[in-house]
């Protein structure tokens, strides 16, 4: 049975990406555009990964990463952003409870290994 990931991301582009990128390696992906529908979609896909964006619209990174830790949901997280501001909040997701970290843009080499090393597989 492949392991389910949930992507969070308001960007499709890089949403789209990730979902072909892990796919590719046998991972089952859902998506959803923003933290709110994160949150939801974490009750009923109950992932073995969460990736999050750091800046969303809605909901920032942060929160959303906050809000499942209050909810006692103990699946690893990786945080990524690309900007400015995301990159500065981006060591502080660990202290709310991501497991690992992740500059946008990646390579393909990088971040699978951040997956496989958040799901225990490396």
Known sequence: MSKRILVVDDESTITELIDVLLSGEGYEVVTATNGTS??????????????????????????FISRLRKKSISTP???????????NFLKATR????????????STQEFVAAVRRSLSEE
Not at 39 to 61: A, F, R, Y
Request: charged share 20%; net charge negative; hydrophobic share 45%.
């Open 38 to 63: 994160g949150l939801e979609k974490v009750d009923s896909v109950n992932p073995d990964l969460i990736i999050t964006d750091i800046s969303m619209p809605d909901m920032e990174g942060v929160e």
């Open 77 to 87: 997280i990786i945080a990524m952003s690309g900007n400015a501001v995301g990159m």
């Open 95 to 106: 202290l709310f409870g991501a497991t690992e970290t992740i500059l946008k843009p990646f």
